[in-house]
């Protein structure tokens, strides 16, 4: 069984603290762990071989490895709203308190009805899914869908109304060099990079520096690897332009040296205050990868069977956590350094029956003279043929390499195996952004291509690969490369040499992709490349065998390596295995993409502070907080909130628009218009250009005069509208669309910028200086004047003309313009003081029926008037001659944006849809955006359409529904009735074509 | 997510601080140009492998246009400079000469190479 | 105008959290935007009168607590001084200015400025901004024009524990909002 190593064992437990006990449950049972323990190694210590189930054939599954390639122990942590699914023990820091459940497997982990799949692995082969999805299609949905998402499956999805209750946050950093990976390569070249005087970020994924070396042993300038790795930590730690982060992973490389570091503050230690991840996007003028690499499985029958686990896996439960994986563990290895792990049990006190080697060397190397020495048998030329046991190891049957297996030599009992196929440098950071790999023969791995290193900004090569990750695998390989990437990184030749490094010499490891090399069709099924997707040795060679040459599309095919791991342990094992299917190179065969992130991160890291209340940002109208109390039920306009309608107590929404409607026609209305944009254009060369701005003749309006204006882009389609009013000689002030502002200054410094650069004009975008009320209404004059200090008497302000002076000793300018057809006072006051002026009209206008309005009361009203609106009538494809404005387009100017469109042969089309007015034959009210029906059907055999409906709304001043619409040919077809198609696809509704002034068509209302 | 120098205000700015504006050096054509030639001037834009032309406004900064001179394959960026020029400045086409000797300047904004 | 000064409010009411720095909502505060020639002696002129500082070089705030001139771009100044001021400065820099292609416009209510204060003022700001905000980057008394979340802002350092910021008056909440959350107590990052 696996179990805890006595605390008097030596040299074990250096990661945890055996005074604190930590208490979790694992499926409700209570266990318990120290500080300083993974999930992993403490399910492990409490002798939890089995962790979870597989995905496809539900076969029981172990920890595997002791870091963030685990395929296997994922695990659903937390509960209710803190529930994640598909979380790796192996980098789960334990904490008191942590509650974890297993996945994919029903009714319990012990017992597993899906299991019964894995007797049915001939049916569900390479490709299953894509063979299975032909016919007959009406299975697709109610069949296959529902039988393969129920059996198949890592986690669950949290609750849908689950809530995260933690906070998240971003952090930039800009950086000269950042060094990802906290091993002793990371740490060695963060300090050249420190002491060559750059700003250096080093970050770590895990909590511990040093990476494997502690664990693997050695000496450094004399000392201990622990020892140095302290020493360089005390170093680091003491420069000042040095920042060191633990719990922070490298997750991306991108353009320009931008890379994502997802850092994990709250996740060890639930108590602590604070954000939970924190996303550190950097921009990094160089970037040192010292990633590491990690061990290949090797793949022999049964190799997913609890207690098969990577050699150094084994090694790091041991050391780290000082956890034995069983009594007897069988090592089985293509290379020297399994036999470390040998070394370590046996100082653990811990039996190695045997280690099985595929090589047969011609002599001993130092580490298997030891192994030997220690009294420990060495198979060499041997192989797996199968492990004994179910749900976890009860022995291997061995058998020769050379062979096909099946000829059993021995059975050995035991209860873990460890075994090693090999390193493979972690170049996932290298490749994110278009580091190439280059294929090394004797040490079988893609290793970084240093002539073929992503470029930045400047055609600048910015990784660097340092130490395992660049393929350096002994000791002193390792720190001279990290030693050489801090030289290449500042650009800086060292001042010093590498540290001396002491450490085993190894023989050159043999590539063994499949166990035996010549394994049987059965034992090949049994042979695990992908546990975490469940595809075996026999799946990608099928897909070989159907025509799935390229290593992308047999990734695709097979799922290999598409699990959320991603491949970490499978990924070069299955290309090798596709290589020899294929009888191609490995080089040749190549590898599938490296995508970010590293490993997966959380949402809410991405989303940071983008969530609740600053998900976006909501523009607020300076009267905004007293539309809130009042009762306003908020629409979006662009960013901006505008109150849709201000409801009263026991209104339904319907019933407050159609009075706000009423009263404004009948009595007196005010509207926050806030929102609207306010340019200010000003410059000896102004009017000229707004003549180009606007597809009517702005230079001609008289200081102190009003003017609506139509606004083209080039290719001739309306983009805004608005109210322009001359300010004096050479400055305007141009009003755009609500939520048109920015975009319509933005095009005017376009031009200007980059087109008309010598004309003398400058913009400023002054919306938000002025809080804007209309007061409209046959009252407005009167509540105005009731405040006083401006005649706004007809003949000192007629329509279309603005004055400025004090409304109540508040300086205002008033613009009498109007949107409604009626009376009405567009007052521009300082946003500072829009509130008072606000609550001095509500105060005042009382005597006067004063009655605040929302948006669809102006809508309606503008409708009832024919006014049209941008983004109701046009849609991007809308000329002004469409909408019946040809009377806003000057034909005297020579040029202005859009005309040379406009005379396109298009836009002069006969049967371009016009604007008319609609009314429902019944009084009802047609949808919006319903179309109108034609002849006959088109090509696709859809009903051919002759118009659609653009506005619609019930008019309480007429009593029923009107509409605009664009119809084929419409203004020529006053009177006629066409029908309309209602939603539901069948049924219709007739409307009349009218004009689209329904009320007050001679504008006497607006004009008095 | 690149990095461009804004030449109005001399920051080295994130992408997330500018926005983009398609190609750069297009000659405008107004009310009596062909239609060949307006059809062009709307529609049609070089889509390189390799050295392009392209207008950015640092929008979240100085607020101010730039052109900026870069590979779209490699995103090596050869230079920014000002807006108000109608074809890219001699030290810009140096800039890029020198990386890619078998570059020249058409004033389509099209490279041969 | 005097009745109106009165009733004249900031769109927070001069809101204040204090978590890892304290932030400030600051009383309305006057802002004029120049656009011209700044190199004209006439625009320096005009500037300087109601700035009462100097020139501010490319991307420079002068000034004190009072009045300062922030450099915006390379044809735009914005001029702070207090609020009660701004009618009389505009319309004495409108006379400085007649005959020249300048223009002014009062922007001191489009908006609002918040006052940060503490010895983590650059880092709550990187995490909004994607500046690069390190004390060789953005030295004491440099504005730096970008975004912060997703609307664009400018602040300076007035010192290494004090840094004035101004957005736009409809987002001011938004803003705040952000400022709550980026220094809440426990996420100190200690990078600067």
């Not at chain 1, 409801?647 to 009075?659: D, I, L, M, S």
């Not at chain 1, 664009?966 to 203004?971: I, Q």
Request: glycine residues 12%; hydrophobic residues 40%.
């Amino acid at each position: 069984m696996s179990t805890r190593l006595a605390p008097n064992t030596p040299g074990v437990g250096r990661l945890i603290d055996r005074s604190k006990q930590q208490n979790f449950t694992f499926n409700g049972k209570r266990l318990t762990g120290h500080a300083g323990d993974t999930l992993a190694s403490a399910l492990l210590a409490n002798d939890q071989v089995l962790v979870g189930r597989s995905f496809k054939y539900h076969r029981p599954r172990g920890v595997v490895a002791s870091g963030a390639e685990e395929p296997n122990a994922l695990v659903g942590l937390g509960t209710g709203n803190r529930f994640e699914p598909n979380q790796r023990a192996t980098t789960t820091e334990l904490y008191d308190g942590l509650t974890a459940r297993s996945q994919n497997h029903w009714p319990s982990l012990d017992f597993d009805i899906g299991a019964v799949n894995s007797a049915f692995a001939n049916f569900l082969p390479a490709g299953f899914y894509y063979k299975t999805f032909m016919a007959p299609r009406p299975f697709w949905k109610h069949v296959y869908e529902p039988f393969i998402r129920r059996s198949a499956g890592l986690g669950k999805a949290p609750d849908p109304d689950a809530r995260d209750p933690d906070s998240y946050e971003h952090f930039h950093a800009h950086v000269d060099v950042l060094v990802i990976g906290g091993g002793i390569a990371g740490l060695e070249a963060a300090r050249r990079a420190g002491e060559a005087g750059a700003r250096v970020l080093l970050v770590e994924q895990s909590a511990h520096w040093g990476g494997r070396a502690p664990v693997d042993g050695g000496e450094v300038e004399g000392h201990s690897t622990e020892a140095h790795v302290s020493q360089l930590l005390a170093a680091l730690e003491a420069m000042e332009n040095v920042t060191l982060r633990a719990r922070c992973m490298g997750a991306g490389v991108y353009d320009h040296g931008y890379v994502l570091a997802y850092e994990r503050l709250t996740d060890h230690a639930p108590a602590l205050k604070g954000p939970r991840h924190r996303l550190w996007r950097i921009r990094a003028g160089q970037v040192i990868t010292a990633t590491g690499a990690i061990e290949r499985p090797l793949s022999f029958s049964g190799n997913d069977v609890p207690g098969v686990m990577l050699a150094s896996a084994v090694r790091d439960y041991v050391v780290n956590w000082a956890v034995s994986p069983g009594d007897r563990t069988v090592i089985v290895t293509n290379n020297d350094d399994a036999y470390r792990t040998a070394l370590v049990l046996r100082r653990a006190g811990l039996a190695v029956p045997a280690i099985i080697d595929a090589r047969v060397l011609p002599a001993d190397s130092p580490l298997m003279a030891e192994v030997r020495a220690a009294g420990i048998r060495i198979l060499q030329g041997h192989a797996v043929d199968h492990v004994m046991g179910g749900k976890r190891v009860r022995g291997v049957a061995i058998c020769s390499h050379a062979g096909e297996g099946g000829a059993v030599i021995e059975e050995i009992p035991c209860e873990a195996v460890a075994m090693s196929g090999g390193w493979s440098p972690v170049v996932h950071l290298w490749s994110h952004c278009g580091g190439k790999l280059t294929w090394d023969e004797t040490r079988a791995m893609f290793r970084p291509d240093p002539d073929r290193a992503p470029t930045g900004d400047k055609g600048q090569p910015f990784v660097v690969a340092a130490g395992a990750a660049n393929g350096a695998l002994t000791l002193g390989e390792v720190l001279e490369d990290a030693v050489a990437a801090a030289e290449r990184a500042t650009a800086r030749p060292r001042t010093s040499d590498a540290p001396q490094a002491v450490a085993q010499e190894e023989a050159p490891l043999a590539p063994v992709w499949m166990m035996p090399q010549g394994a049987s069709i059965h034992h090949r099924a049994k042979a695990w490349l992908d546990y975490q997707n469940d595809v075996k040795v026999s799946d990608v060679q099928l897909a070989a065998r159907e025509g799935f040459t390229s290593v992308e599309h047999a990734k695709r095919y097979t799922t290999l390596g598409m699990a959320t791991d991603q491949g970490k342990l499978s990924n070069i094992n299955g290309l090798a295995i596709l290589s020899g299917a294929l009888g191609n190179g490995i080089p040749e065969v190549g590898t599938t993409t490296f995508r970010p992130p590293y490993t997966p991160i959380s949402m809410g890291a991405i989303a940071g502070a983008a969530v609740g209340d600053t998900f976006q940002p909501i523009r607020r109208t300076p009267i905004h907080d007293w539309l809130e109390e009042n009762g306003a039920e908020w629409e979006p306009v662009g960013q901006w909130r505008r109150p849709y309608t201000i409801k009263r107590p026991g209104e339904t929404t319907e019933e407050a628009v159609q009075r706000e409607v009423t009263n404004t026609r009948e009595n007196l209305g005010l509207l926050d218009a806030s929102t609207l944009g306010k340019l200010i254009v000003k410059g000896p060369d102004a009017g000229r250009f707004l003549d180009m701005m606007y597809t009517n003749m702005m230079s001609n309006l008289k200081p102190g005069r009003c003017r609506y204006g139509l606004m083209c882009n080039e290719n001739g389609f309306l983009m805004d509208d608005g109210v322009v009013a001359r300010i004096d000689e050479d400055t305007f002030l141009c009003h755009t669309t609500s939520g048109g502002a920015d975009h319509i200054h933005q095009h005017m410094e376009d031009w200007l910028q980059c087109e008309w650069w010598d004309w003398q004009v400058y913009v400023a975008n002054v919306t938000e200086q002025y809080g804007q009320i209309a007061v409209v209404g046959p009252n407005a004059r009167k509540v105005l004047e009731a405040i006083g200090g401006i005649d706004v008497g007809k003949e000192a302000l007629p329509f279309m003309g603005w004055v400025e002076g004090e409304l109540g000793g508040i300086p205002v300018r008033i613009y009498r313009i109007s949107f409604s057809g009626e009376l009405s006072f567009e007052i521009a006051v300082k946003a500072g003081l829009a509130r008072h002026l606000w609550d001095l009209l509500l105060t005042v206008g009382k005597q006067f029926g004063v009655m605040p309005y929302g948006t669809e009361a102006l809508h309606i009203m503008r409708a009832e008037k024919g006014f049209i609106m941008i983004g109701d009538e046009t849609d991007g494809t809308v000329i002004p001659q469409d909408l019946g404005l040809n009377w806003a387009i000057s034909k005297k100017k020579e040029d202005f944006l859009g005309k040379r469109a406009q005379q396109r042969l298009d836009m002069a089309r006969a049967d371009r849809w016009k604007l008319v007015g609609l009314e429902t034959v019944d009084g009802s009210v047609l949808p919006d955006g319903a179309y109108a029906l034609g002849e006959g059907e088109n090509a696709n055999g859809q009903r051919n359409v002759i118009g659609r409906v653009t506005s619609s709304y019930h008019s309480p001043t007429l009593g029923h529904g009107i509409a605009m619409g664009l119809v084929l040919g419409g203004p020529d077809r006053m009177g006629e009735v066409i029908s309309f198609a209602k939603g539901d696809g069948t049924t219709t509704i007739e409307a009349k074509i009218t004009d689209p002034v329904f009320y007050d068509k001679a504008g006497e209302k607006q004009d008095v | 997510m690149l990095t461009l120098h804004c030449p109005c205000c001399g920051i080295q700015a994130d992408e997330t601080e500018l926005a983009p504006g398609g190609q750069a050096h297009l000659t405008r054509h107004g009310p009596g140009s062909s239609d060949e030639d307006f059809h062009d001037y709307l529609f049609t834009r070089a889509n390189p492998r390799g050295v392009h032309f392209e207008r950015w406004r640092h929008a979240a900064g100085c607020g101010k246009w730039f052109h900026a001179a870069r590979d779209t394959q490699t995103l090596e960026v050869f230079g920014t400079y000002a807006a108000q020029t109608l074809a890219p400045p001699q030290h810009i086409r140096d800039a890029i000469t020198e990386r890619r000797p078998d570059w020249t300047w058409h004033a389509s904004g099209r490279a041969t190479e | 105008m005097s009745e109106g000064l009165a009733h004249v409010v900031s769109p927070l009411n001069g809101a204040r959290f204090d978590g890892l720095i304290s932030v400030r909502e600051m009383a309305p505060q006057g802002m004029i935007t120049l656009r011209g020639d700044l190199a004209a002696p006439a625009i320096k002129n005009a500037a300087t009168g109601v700035g009462g500082h100097d020139m501010p070089g490319q991307r420079q705030a002068s000034g004190d607590a009072d009045r300062a001139i922030l450099w915006m771009s390379p044809d735009e100044l914005l001029l702070l001084l207090p609020y009660a001021e701004v009618p009389g400065a505009v319309a004495s820099i409108g006379k400085l200015l007649e005959g020249s292609h300048a223009l002014v416009a009062d922007v001191s209510d489009a908006r609002t400025g918040f006052e940060l204060r503490g010895e983590g003022l650059r880092e709550v700001l990187a995490k909004l901004a994607p500046a690069d905000l390190s004390p060789g980057a953005l030295p004491v008394g440099e504005v730096r024009r970008t975004r912060l979340g997703q609307v664009p802002a400018a602040f300076w350092l007035k010192s290494e524990a004090s840094a004035q910021v101004i957005c736009f008056r409809s987002v001011a909440r938004y803003v705040f909002d952000q400022f709550r959350r980026a220094a809440q107590p426990g996420s100190t990052v200690g990078f600067f």
